[in-house]
């Protein structure tokens, strides 16, 4: 049955299973970083673009599929096979944004999504009927779900790393061909045998392959409609004045190395086992130190307010915003998140990535993810904030988890 697939029709299933990857593993990555409903939202929507690309691709590979003329599909086992891949993507993805990904809570959430997969590609193959009966080969059945769990783990693995980039648009190419990979051989391992007499009597509500063709043509247009709405990027905010003379804003994207420094920043402190200690100031012998901010400016509905450094958790710049975290939620500050650096204290504060900035005495956690490390910071509500490769030595001696580094060269 594999050999007489439309190739045109093959090719459009897989470029749909990709862009229902990257459009949602790409909202996915920015689940950890947004407290309260917008959370939820992302989530909600990282699921939806999930399910419905994984969907869409099987029901174009079915409609590419060389599938006797009298068949017809379905409505309900159609539409359920939908809602069980909605919700184990949900679910999937649920489990793993909710706190640490330790133990066997990834492995897990990797399985119940790949045995979801498994059972919507099922329930959608039986969902069609004519005369004939449908028989699987055992083997492709658990090669195919072999793949759907490894695709479904790597998947995960890369919503957690939570990259951007040319980096997500290979997650997304190879989530797609591994999906489109179970299908097929799924697909493989399938026959039609005809029925003796007059044939299958479809109970129920049924709709034909045209029928079929123009639901999928939709979902098409909506996955490809997202993927678009995706890449725009966000409107520019209008630049705030500068509070101080002399201060740089970090330019979105700038590489860390080549950052600027502030005219009037007070440099970061030379590590200490067990503590912080300052630096000399930098700008010559004698310059003054700026007095460190006891307050940070935050925007809400009905005004400005100063809420005190005590508080704060982390600050982070996103696109042309910094949002700053006082351990229940993120507000919006008017600061760049370079100036934020050089008004914060640093025995307190610690630059750790490019776009973060940690309240050291709030740390609870730290461990290794990938090229770089994830901090724990404690709160009503905990949240994590990545450490760059570059910063990992410093933060562990600033919180006392290495030897001194004072006195290398």
């Known amino acids: 049955m594999f050999a007489g697939h439309d190739p045109y029709l093959v090719a459009l299933s897989v470029v749909v299973a990709i862009l229902g990857g990257y459009t949602g593993f790409g909202l996915a990555a920015r689940i950890r970083g947004t407290p309260g409903l917008p959370r939820r939202v992302l989530l909600a929507g990282?699921?939806?673009?999930?399910?419905?690309?994984?969907?869409?691709?099987?029901?174009?590979?079915?409609?590419?599929?060389?599938?006797?003329g009298e068949a017809v599909y379905l409505v309900l086992p159609t539409i359920v096979s939908f809602?069980?891949?909605?919700?184990?993507?949900?679910?999937?993805?649920?489990?793993?944004?909710?706190?640490?990904?330790?133990?066997?809570?990834l492995p897990a959430s990797a399985l119940l999504l790949g045995a979801g997969i498994v059972s919507m590609h099922y329930v959608g193959v039986h969902a069609l009927v004519g005369p004939f009966h449908i028989v699987h080969r055992t083997d492709m059945i658990l090669l195919s779900a072999l793949i759907a769990i490894l695709s479904a783990y790597g998947g995960l693995r890369i919503y957690l790393a939570r990259q951007g980039g040319m980096r997500l648009v290979l997650s997304a190419v190879a989530f797609g061909i591994a999906v489109s990979g179970m299908h097929y051989t799924a697909m493989y391992g399938m026959q039609f045998e005809a029925m003796d007499g007059a044939g299958h009597d479809a109970a129920g509500l049924v709709a034909s392959a045209q029928v079929l063709s123009l639901v999928v043509a939709l979902l098409c247009f909506v996955i490809a409609a997202g993927f678009l709405l995706f890449l725009v990027p966000e409107p520019r905010q209008k630049q705030q004045p500068a509070a101080a003379p002399g201060l740089f804003a970090e330019p979105p994207g700038a590489p860390e190395m080549m950052e600027p420094?502030?005219?009037?920043?007070?440099?970061?402190?030379?590590?200490?086992?067990g503590g912080f200690s300052r630096s000399a100031p930098l700008g010559g012998i004698g310059a003054p130190r700026q007095q460190p901010a006891s307050r940070i400016p935050v925007s809400s509905a009905d005004g400005t307010h100063l809420i005190d450094v005590a508080d704060i958790r982390s600050i982070r710049a996103d696109a042309h915003y910094?949002?700053?975290?006082?351990?229940?939620?993120?507000?919006?500050?008017?600061?760049?998140?370079?100036?934020?650096?050089?008004?914060?204290?640093?025995?307190?504060?610690?630059?750790?990535?490019?776009?973060?900035?940690?309240?050291?005495?709030?740390?609870?956690?730290?461990?290794?993810?990938?090229?770089?490390?994830?901090?724990?910071?404690?709160?009503?509500v905990a949240h994590l904030v990545p450490v760059s490769r570059a910063k990992i030595a410093e933060v562990k001696a600033r919180l006392g988890l290495v030897r001194s580094m004072a006195g290398r060269p």
Request: glycine share 8%; aromatic share 6%.
């Open 322 to 380: 910094t949002l700053v975290h006082d351990g229940q939620r993120e507000r919006i500050c008017s600061w760049s998140i370079s100036e934020a650096e050089s008004r914060l204290d640093p025995e307190l504060f610690a630059r750790v990535h490019r776009s973060h900035i940690v309240a050291l005495p709030h740390v609870t956690l730290m461990r290794k993810e990938g090229d770089g490390a994830i901090l724990e910071l404690g709160g009503q």
């Open 46 to 68: 990282a699921a939806a673009f999930l399910a419905v690309g994984i969907w869409t691709m099987h029901f174009v590979g079915m409609l590419a599929a060389p599938i006797p």
């Open 83 to 105: 809602l069980i891949c909605a919700l184990v993507v949900g679910v999937s993805l649920y489990f793993v944004s909710i706190g640490e990904t330790t133990g066997l809570r």
């Open 261 to 273: 420094p502030p005219e009037n920043a007070v440099p970061a402190p030379t590590p200490q086992a």
